[in-house]
């Protein structure tokens, strides 16, 4: 299709919900002629409609001109039959997400357009490999995943299946960089790469909220002030609880029961009790807005010293100069964290306070999270060694208010919230790598593009370091004997091989 000039380029969209209305207007805007499709009577004249509303939208905004609005919709022509996809050089499917019913439609499709035409499936979750059973020519299918809203998201996954051919990953490839995309190439492997690296995000936070270790306003909060646009349970919230949960329960099932994918149990009682987010308006939150809790205000006079050197140290040294507090700094110091009057907050390495206390012989200490606060809301989670008195907890928690920090306790759990998730999220892109999915540049662009994430697995990896990112893991993996913290062979060579002589 790439040798024919765009205007005689047809591309076919079936489905037309939300996704397909806007993969639609994206390859019209791009100078396609657009046939629009659905199974259901009427619906695609109604996209065709809503279309027209969106760019109206634009026009009243001065972003586009009243000629441009009724030039794109013109490509735009709704069809009933498949019959009339003989001249579409590039058919998208987004039907519903179920195995059968895109296979069927898939073989249909074939039996209606030319041998040079490519089928592109915008399924999140299913194998491309498995839709291209059954058809005569599998090596035309390939996987085009697009982010919702498909005008304004940029990251294409470009899927291939055990059959489809190179040549026709990268015409989509370069298709959809024309169309002012971001693509990046992956393998059809469960989840693809977006929503199989994003699971630990979720994940984690699901499994502290079932260890009790705080509310879900807690985790969002600290997982904001650490650069992410949305907390986890807000973010699930506005997805859909079922959405979220079905897809987790598919990446598991695909993965044959592998527990880094294991469902919440927190998560399961939410879509039981309907409780399925913005939708419905109750998820997490009832609708409330989440708004941040007072710090703790106290006695000015606690002194907060930055203990140890490397990177973390200057993180809170750099997150304490922000809020313009008063602290001093001990580099001399065998650890790394805040001294707070008498208690010891050690930055968390994956280790709870207790063993730290245990394994120090003292009493009052304490962890605090890994500092990626950036923002004027420096919240950042903190725990303490159940030796730690009252009294010590609360000059603390008031020395940091004082300081412009917003510490916001927790049970004392293993790795807090921002370092586990962190580490996690670095940990699941490595995997991917490793197993052949992505590299690591399209790890990194996916999940920045698809997710909004302030940085990549690897960006992350090469800020934090190998050591205190298996550090973490491997802390997490003793305190929870799972396999669900078990470390990438990736990270594990990568560790081995800085240490070969040169």
């Known amino acids: ?133 059954g058809m005569a020519h599998p090596d035309r299918l390939v996987g085009m995943h697009f982010f919702n809203p498909v005008p304004l998201m940029k990251l294409v996954e470009v899927v291939s299946g055990a059959e489809t051919s190179t040549e026709v990953a990268a015409i989509i490839y370069d298709l959809a960089k024309r169309w002012g995309k971001t693509p990046v190439h992956a393998k059809s492997t469960p989840g693809f790469i977006v929503n199989r690296i994003a699971r630990p995000f979720y994940a984690e936070a699901l499994a502290l909220l079932q260890e009790q270790a705080c509310a879900p306003a807690e985790i969002d909060r600290v997982m904001r002030s650490a650069g992410f646009r949305m907390g986890p349970c807000e973010l699930m919230d506005l997805i859909g609880h079922d959405i979220n949960y079905s897809v987790t329960l598919s990446v598991f099932d695909a993965n044959y029961g592998d527990r880094r994918y294991v469902p919440s149990l927190v998560q399961k009682a939410l879509v039981d009790g309907g409780r399925l987010g913005r939708k419905v308006g109750k998820g997490f939150y009832d609708g409330t807005p989440v708004q941040p809790a007072a710090a703790m205000k106290g006695r000015a006079d606690t002194p ?30 065998e650890w790394t964290g805040l001294q707070v009057g008498e208690v010891a907050l050690h930055v968390s390495d994956g280790r709870t306070a207790n063993e730290l206390a245990a394994s120090r012989a003292c009493r009052n200490i304490g962890v605090i999270d890994l500092p990626l606060s950036n923002g004027n809301d420096r919240a950042i989670a903190i725990a303490f060694a159940s030796s730690v008195q009252n009294e010590h907890r609360d000059l603390v928690k008031a020395a940091l208010g004082n300081s412009g920090l917003q510490p916001v306790e927790l049970r004392d759990v293993p790795g807090l919230v921002v370092a586990r998730t962190i580490a996690m999220l670095i940990n699941e892109g490595a995997d991917a790598v490793y197993q052949g999915v992505c590299d690591e540049q399209g790890a990194d662009v996916a999940m920045k593009l698809g997710t909004n994430y302030p940085a990549g697995p690897f960006e992350w990896l090469d800020q934090l370091g190998i050591d205190y990112t298996l550090a973490i893991l491997n802390n997490l993996f003793n305190a929870y004997r799972s396999e669900r913290y078990r470390v990438s062979p990736l990270l594990q060579h990568s560790y081995w091989t800085e240490r070969i002589p040169a």
């Open 1 to 133: 299709m790439n040798t024919k000039p765009v205007s005689q380029q047809i591309v076919a969209v079936i489905g037309a919900g939300t996704m397909g209305a806007g993969i639609a207007q994206v390859a019209a805007a791009a100078g396609h002629p657009v046939r629009l499709m659905d199974a259901r009577s009427g619906a695609a004249g109604e996209a065709h409609q809503k279309i027209g509303g969106v760019l109206q939208s634009l026009v009243d905004k001065g972003r586009m001109g009243a000629g441009e609005r009724e030039t794109l919709l013109e490509r735009i022509v709704p069809i009933d039959t498949l019959s009339d996809l003989r001249d579409a050089s590039l058919v998208v499917e987004v039907i519903v997400e179920n195995l059968q019913i895109k296979q069927k439609l898939l073989n249909e499709v074939e039996t209606h357009v030319s041998r040079d035409a490519i089928i592109a499936s915008n399924t999140s979750s299913i194998s491309i490999t498995a839709l291209a059973n």
């Open 304 to 333: 907060i010293k930055v203990a140890g050197v490397g990177l973390l140290a200057q993180r809170l040294a750099d997150l304490l100069e922000s809020a313009q507090a008063d602290f001093s700094r001990d580099m001399g110091m």
